[in-house]
Protein backbone atom coordinates (compact mmCIF):
# COMPACT_ATOMS: atom_id res chain seq x y z
CA UNK A 1 0.00 0.00 0.00
CA UNK A 2 3.05 2.50 0.80
CA UNK A 3 4.74 1.54 -2.03
CA UNK A 4 1.36 2.02 -4.36
CA UNK A 5 0.91 5.50 -2.54
CA UNK A 6 4.77 6.45 -3.86
CA UNK A 7 4.40 5.13 -6.57
CA UNK A 8 1.16 7.37 -7.76
CA UNK A 9 2.63 9.88 -5.46
CA UNK A 10 5.69 10.38 -7.52
CA UNK A 11 3.26 10.38 -10.92
CA UNK A 12 1.55 13.24 -9.59
CA UNK A 13 4.46 15.22 -8.75
CA UNK A 14 5.94 14.89 -12.05
CA UNK A 15 2.68 15.92 -13.65
CA UNK A 16 2.30 18.56 -11.74
CA UNK A 17 5.65 19.91 -12.44
CA UNK A 18 5.18 19.57 -16.20
CA UNK A 19 2.10 21.50 -16.09
CA UNK A 20 3.16 24.33 -13.45
CA UNK A 21 0.02 23.20 -11.54
CA UNK A 22 -0.51 23.99 -7.56
CA UNK A 23 -2.65 20.86 -5.90
CA UNK A 24 -4.99 22.78 -3.59
CA UNK A 25 -6.87 19.76 -1.28
CA UNK A 26 -9.51 20.79 1.16
CA UNK A 27 -9.66 19.07 5.22
CA UNK A 28 -12.12 16.75 3.67
CA UNK A 29 -10.47 15.31 0.67
CA UNK A 30 -9.34 11.21 1.41
CA UNK A 31 -5.67 10.96 3.21
CA UNK A 32 -4.01 10.66 -0.33
CA UNK A 33 -5.16 13.39 -1.86
CA UNK A 34 -4.11 15.32 1.39
CA UNK A 35 -0.80 13.97 1.59
CA UNK A 36 0.23 14.69 -2.29
CA UNK A 37 -1.55 18.22 -2.12
CA UNK A 38 0.38 21.43 -1.84
CA UNK A 39 -1.40 22.79 0.50
CA UNK A 40 -4.04 21.61 2.46
CA UNK A 41 -7.17 23.78 4.85
CA UNK A 42 -10.36 25.21 5.18
CA UNK A 43 -12.66 27.24 2.14
CA UNK A 44 -10.93 30.51 3.13
CA UNK A 45 -6.72 29.68 3.76
CA UNK A 46 -7.57 28.02 0.21
CA UNK A 47 -8.90 30.81 -1.61
CA UNK A 48 -5.67 32.81 -0.36
CA UNK A 49 -3.62 30.52 -1.76
CA UNK A 50 -5.47 30.50 -4.97
CA UNK A 51 -5.15 34.19 -5.25
CA UNK A 52 -1.62 34.38 -4.48
CA UNK A 53 -0.39 31.70 -6.37
CA UNK A 54 2.36 31.78 -8.85
CA UNK A 55 1.39 28.46 -11.05
CA UNK A 56 -0.04 28.51 -14.01
CA UNK A 57 -2.57 25.54 -13.35
CA UNK A 58 -4.72 25.20 -10.08
CA UNK A 59 -5.95 21.79 -9.82
CA UNK A 60 -8.79 22.15 -6.88
CA UNK A 61 -9.26 19.05 -4.95
CA UNK A 62 -12.49 19.96 -2.66
CA UNK A 63 -15.96 20.73 -4.55
CA UNK A 64 -17.31 22.92 -7.49
CA UNK A 65 -17.76 26.23 -5.53
CA UNK A 66 -14.30 26.50 -3.68
CA UNK A 67 -12.93 25.43 -7.46
CA UNK A 68 -14.90 28.50 -8.69
CA UNK A 69 -13.79 30.56 -5.92
CA UNK A 70 -10.24 30.06 -7.16
CA UNK A 71 -11.39 31.02 -10.71
CA UNK A 72 -12.90 34.02 -9.27
CA UNK A 73 -9.68 35.04 -7.55
CA UNK A 74 -7.30 33.84 -9.98
CA UNK A 75 -9.43 34.55 -13.58
CA UNK A 76 -5.67 34.36 -15.47
CA UNK A 77 -4.89 30.61 -14.27
CA UNK A 78 -6.44 27.63 -15.49
CA UNK A 79 -8.44 26.21 -12.83
CA UNK A 80 -8.92 22.32 -13.34
CA UNK A 81 -11.54 20.42 -10.49
CA UNK A 82 -10.74 16.62 -11.53
CA UNK A 83 -14.53 15.43 -11.38
CA UNK A 84 -17.38 17.99 -12.48
CA UNK A 85 -20.24 15.84 -10.20
CA UNK A 86 -18.19 17.36 -6.36
CA UNK A 87 -21.37 19.45 -5.88
CA UNK A 88 -22.44 20.67 -2.32
CA UNK A 89 -26.29 20.22 -1.20
CA UNK A 90 -25.87 23.15 0.58
CA UNK A 91 -24.38 25.54 -2.05
CA UNK A 92 -27.54 23.82 -4.34
CA UNK A 93 -30.20 25.24 -1.59
CA UNK A 94 -29.79 28.87 -2.62
CA UNK A 95 -29.83 30.39 -6.48
CA UNK A 96 -29.36 33.60 -8.14
CA UNK A 97 -33.08 33.79 -8.46
CA UNK A 98 -33.55 33.43 -5.05
CA UNK A 99 -31.25 36.17 -3.63
CA UNK A 100 -32.70 38.41 -6.25
CA UNK A 101 -36.49 37.84 -4.69
CA UNK A 102 -35.12 38.04 -1.34
CA UNK A 103 -33.22 41.16 -1.71
CA UNK A 104 -36.34 42.79 -3.41
CA UNK A 105 -38.21 41.65 -0.39
CA UNK A 106 -35.57 43.83 2.02
CA UNK A 107 -34.04 46.81 0.33
CA UNK A 108 -31.34 48.14 1.52
CA UNK A 109 -29.94 44.82 3.39
CA UNK A 110 -26.23 43.80 3.16
CA UNK A 111 -26.36 40.30 2.07
CA UNK A 112 -23.61 38.01 4.11
CA UNK A 113 -22.77 34.78 1.49
CA UNK A 114 -21.26 31.77 2.81
CA UNK A 115 -18.42 30.83 0.41
CA UNK A 116 -20.62 27.61 0.11
CA UNK A 117 -22.82 29.16 -2.78
CA UNK A 118 -22.50 29.11 -6.47
CA UNK A 119 -20.58 32.23 -8.46
CA UNK A 120 -23.98 33.85 -9.30
CA UNK A 121 -25.55 33.87 -5.85
CA UNK A 122 -21.88 35.47 -4.97
CA UNK A 123 -22.25 38.10 -7.62
CA UNK A 124 -25.70 38.85 -6.17
CA UNK A 125 -23.68 39.36 -2.52
CA UNK A 126 -22.49 42.53 -0.72
CA UNK A 127 -19.67 39.81 1.06
CA UNK A 128 -18.81 36.49 1.90
CA UNK A 129 -17.78 34.77 4.66
CA UNK A 130 -16.75 31.40 5.54
CA UNK A 131 -16.92 29.47 9.11
CA UNK A 132 -13.82 31.04 10.27
CA UNK A 133 -14.30 34.70 10.14
CA UNK A 134 -18.56 34.71 9.81
CA UNK A 135 -18.44 36.90 12.78
CA UNK A 136 -15.90 39.27 12.15
CA UNK A 137 -17.76 40.00 8.91
CA UNK A 138 -21.24 40.14 10.48
CA UNK A 139 -19.47 42.91 13.12
CA UNK A 140 -17.24 44.66 10.22
CA UNK A 141 -21.19 45.55 9.02
CA UNK A 142 -22.59 49.01 10.24
CA UNK A 143 -25.37 48.48 13.50
CA UNK A 144 -28.10 49.78 11.98
CA UNK A 145 -28.26 47.87 8.31
CA UNK A 146 -30.04 44.96 7.99
CA UNK A 147 -28.26 41.69 6.90
CA UNK A 148 -29.61 39.08 5.03
CA UNK A 149 -27.57 36.25 5.99
CA UNK A 150 -27.25 32.83 3.49
CA UNK A 151 -27.61 29.88 3.20
CA UNK A 152 -26.65 28.26 6.23
CA UNK A 153 -29.04 28.39 8.64
CA UNK A 154 -26.94 26.77 11.98
CA UNK A 155 -23.84 28.84 10.97
CA UNK A 156 -26.30 32.11 10.93
CA UNK A 157 -27.86 30.87 13.97
CA UNK A 158 -23.82 30.85 15.59
CA UNK A 159 -23.32 33.97 14.32
CA UNK A 160 -26.38 35.56 16.03
CA UNK A 161 -25.40 34.06 19.16
CA UNK A 162 -21.99 35.33 19.04
CA UNK A 163 -22.27 39.11 17.93
CA UNK A 164 -25.94 39.39 19.74
CA UNK A 165 -27.33 40.97 16.06
CA UNK A 166 -30.67 38.97 14.30
CA UNK A 167 -30.30 38.66 10.74
CA UNK A 168 -32.68 37.24 8.33
CA UNK A 169 -31.27 33.93 7.82
CA UNK A 170 -31.71 31.45 4.99
CA UNK A 171 -32.78 27.81 5.75
CA UNK A 172 -30.45 25.89 4.02
CA UNK A 173 -28.30 23.53 5.47
CA UNK A 174 -25.51 20.75 4.81
CA UNK A 175 -26.89 17.55 4.66
CA UNK A 176 -23.47 16.13 5.99
CA UNK A 177 -23.51 18.22 9.18
CA UNK A 178 -27.35 18.72 9.94
CA UNK A 179 -26.93 14.95 10.50
CA UNK A 180 -24.27 15.14 13.42
CA UNK A 181 -27.05 15.20 16.14
CA UNK A 182 -27.22 16.80 19.65
CA UNK A 183 -28.09 13.47 21.21
CA UNK A 184 -24.65 11.96 19.45
CA UNK A 185 -22.79 14.89 20.81
CA UNK A 186 -24.35 14.67 24.65
CA UNK A 187 -23.97 11.50 24.91
CA UNK A 188 -19.89 11.41 23.56
CA UNK A 189 -19.22 14.46 25.52
CA UNK A 190 -21.01 12.33 28.81
CA UNK A 191 -18.51 9.37 27.97
CA UNK A 192 -15.46 11.50 27.60
CA UNK A 193 -16.09 14.08 30.76
CA UNK A 194 -11.69 15.38 29.72
CA UNK A 195 -12.06 15.50 25.90
CA UNK A 196 -12.04 18.97 24.34
CA UNK A 197 -15.44 19.21 21.50
CA UNK A 198 -14.16 20.58 18.44
CA UNK A 199 -17.31 21.99 16.65
CA UNK A 200 -18.21 22.85 12.59
CA UNK A 201 -20.59 25.52 12.99
CA UNK A 202 -22.26 24.26 10.48
CA UNK A 203 -22.97 20.88 13.04
CA UNK A 204 -27.08 20.61 13.60
CA UNK A 205 -25.53 20.13 16.92
CA UNK A 206 -23.56 23.64 17.56
CA UNK A 207 -27.09 25.24 18.67
CA UNK A 208 -27.63 22.53 21.61
CA UNK A 209 -23.67 22.77 22.50
CA UNK A 210 -24.12 26.04 23.39
CA UNK A 211 -27.51 25.30 25.38
CA UNK A 212 -24.91 22.61 27.25
CA UNK A 213 -22.49 25.24 28.00
CA UNK A 214 -25.07 27.20 29.29
CA UNK A 215 -25.98 24.45 31.51
CA UNK A 216 -22.97 23.95 32.87
CA UNK A 217 -22.97 20.31 31.63
CA UNK A 218 -19.45 21.15 28.76
CA UNK A 219 -17.09 23.36 30.23
CA UNK A 220 -16.78 26.70 28.28
CA UNK A 221 -12.52 26.10 27.97
CA UNK A 222 -12.98 22.65 26.48
CA UNK A 223 -15.85 23.25 23.65
CA UNK A 224 -14.19 25.15 20.52
CA UNK A 225 -16.87 25.96 17.53
CA UNK A 226 -14.16 26.36 14.48
CA UNK A 227 -13.92 25.72 10.76
CA UNK A 228 -12.28 22.95 9.58
CA UNK A 229 -8.86 25.23 9.39
CA UNK A 230 -9.26 26.17 13.03
CA UNK A 231 -9.47 22.80 14.37
CA UNK A 232 -6.02 21.89 13.17
CA UNK A 233 -5.14 25.03 14.72
CA UNK A 234 -6.96 24.32 18.04
CA UNK A 235 -5.73 20.89 18.50
CA UNK A 236 -1.60 22.14 17.59
CA UNK A 237 -2.50 24.43 20.33
CA UNK A 238 -4.20 22.91 23.48
CA UNK A 239 -3.00 20.77 25.90
CA UNK A 240 -6.14 18.17 25.81
CA UNK A 241 -4.78 14.40 25.11
CA UNK A 242 -8.36 13.46 23.51
CA UNK A 243 -10.83 15.32 21.01
CA UNK A 244 -14.56 14.91 19.81
CA UNK A 245 -14.57 16.43 16.16
CA UNK A 246 -18.09 17.21 14.80
CA UNK A 247 -17.40 17.49 11.25
CA UNK A 248 -16.97 15.41 7.86
CA UNK A 249 -14.81 12.33 8.73
CA UNK A 250 -11.97 13.48 6.56
CA UNK A 251 -10.44 16.11 8.74
CA UNK A 252 -9.36 13.30 10.71
CA UNK A 253 -6.40 12.43 8.86
CA UNK A 254 -5.45 16.11 9.07
CA UNK A 255 -5.54 16.37 12.58
CA UNK A 256 -3.98 13.00 13.55
CA UNK A 257 -1.14 13.42 11.13
CA UNK A 258 -0.21 16.85 13.10
CA UNK A 259 -0.26 15.59 16.62
CA UNK A 260 0.79 12.27 16.46
CA UNK A 261 0.71 11.57 20.14
CA UNK A 262 -3.41 12.89 20.80
CA UNK A 263 -6.40 11.12 19.96
CA UNK A 264 -9.32 11.89 17.84
CA UNK A 265 -12.60 10.34 17.67
CA UNK A 266 -15.73 11.47 15.33
CA UNK A 267 -19.21 12.27 17.01
CA UNK A 268 -20.46 11.40 14.14
CA UNK A 269 -18.46 8.63 12.14
CA UNK A 270 -21.09 8.29 9.30
CA UNK A 271 -20.68 12.00 8.52
CA UNK A 272 -18.66 11.81 5.31
CA UNK A 273 -19.61 14.15 2.55
CA UNK A 274 -19.38 12.27 -0.92
CA UNK A 275 -19.33 15.12 -2.93
CA UNK A 276 -15.52 15.51 -1.88
CA UNK A 277 -15.03 12.11 -2.08
CA UNK A 278 -15.83 11.78 -5.63
CA UNK A 279 -12.46 13.21 -6.25
CA UNK A 280 -10.39 10.04 -6.06
CA UNK A 281 -6.35 9.41 -6.70
CA UNK A 282 -7.18 7.90 -10.58
CA UNK A 283 -9.08 11.23 -11.33
CA UNK A 284 -6.49 13.30 -9.99
CA UNK A 285 -3.90 11.92 -12.40
CA UNK A 286 -6.71 12.14 -15.11
CA UNK A 287 -7.07 15.97 -14.26
CA UNK A 288 -3.23 16.61 -14.38
CA UNK A 289 -2.98 14.61 -17.83
CA UNK A 290 -5.66 15.30 -20.12
CA UNK A 291 -6.35 18.71 -17.96
CA UNK A 292 -9.77 18.13 -17.32
CA UNK A 293 -11.97 19.82 -16.12
CA UNK A 294 -12.37 23.13 -16.46
CA UNK A 295 -13.96 25.22 -14.45
CA UNK A 296 -15.01 28.54 -15.82
CA UNK A 297 -17.17 31.73 -14.67
CA UNK A 298 -18.76 33.82 -17.21
CA UNK A 299 -17.01 37.41 -17.05
CA UNK A 300 -19.62 39.69 -15.59
CA UNK A 301 -20.67 37.53 -13.01
CA UNK A 302 -17.42 36.50 -11.89
CA UNK A 303 -16.06 40.44 -11.38
CA UNK A 304 -19.44 40.94 -9.19
CA UNK A 305 -18.56 38.11 -7.44
CA UNK A 306 -14.84 38.68 -6.93
CA UNK A 307 -16.17 41.76 -4.91
CA UNK A 308 -18.05 39.96 -2.23
CA UNK A 309 -14.86 37.72 -1.85
CA UNK A 310 -12.24 40.24 -1.79
CA UNK A 311 -14.31 42.38 0.91
CA UNK A 312 -13.87 39.10 2.87
CA UNK A 313 -10.13 38.17 2.04
CA UNK A 314 -9.40 42.08 3.22
CA UNK A 315 -11.03 41.60 6.60
CA UNK A 316 -8.19 39.98 7.91
CA UNK A 317 -6.06 36.93 8.37
CA UNK A 318 -7.18 32.91 8.37
CA UNK A 319 -5.89 30.24 9.74
CA UNK A 320 -2.99 29.23 7.67
CA UNK A 321 -3.02 26.12 5.20
CA UNK A 322 -0.41 23.28 5.53
CA UNK A 323 1.88 22.52 3.35
P1 LIG B 1 -14.42 25.00 6.12
O1 LIG B 1 -14.26 26.29 5.45
O2 LIG B 1 -14.53 25.10 7.62
O3 LIG B 1 -13.33 24.05 5.72
O4 LIG B 1 -15.81 24.35 5.69
C1 LIG B 1 -16.11 24.05 4.36
C2 LIG B 1 -17.23 23.12 4.22
O5 LIG B 1 -17.66 22.77 3.15
C3 LIG B 1 -17.82 22.62 5.43
O6 LIG B 1 -18.67 21.59 5.10
FE1 LIG C 1 -21.15 20.97 1.08
FE2 LIG C 1 -21.72 19.75 3.34
FE3 LIG C 1 -20.06 18.60 1.63
FE4 LIG C 1 -19.28 20.79 3.02
S1 LIG C 1 -19.75 18.75 3.84
S2 LIG C 1 -19.00 20.42 0.83
S3 LIG C 1 -21.23 21.92 3.10
S4 LIG C 1 -22.25 19.02 1.27
Known amino acids: MRADYEQWARQVRRLAGERRAVILAHNYQVPWIQDVADFVGDSLALSRQAAETEADVIVFCGVHFMAETAKILAPGKTVLIPDLEAGCSLAASITGDDVRAWKAEYPGAVVVAYVNTTAEVKAESDI ?101 GGMVAEAARSDAERFLVATETGILHQLRRANPGKVFEPVNEYAVCRYMKTITPEKLVRSLEDMVFEVTVPEDVRVRAAGAVHRMIELGPAPVAVG
Do not use: Y
Open 128 to 228: CCTSSNAVDVVRSIPEDREILFLPDMFLGAHVERQTGRKMHVWMGECHVHAGISPQEMRAKAEENPHAELLIHPECGCSTQAVWLLDEGVLPAERTKVLST
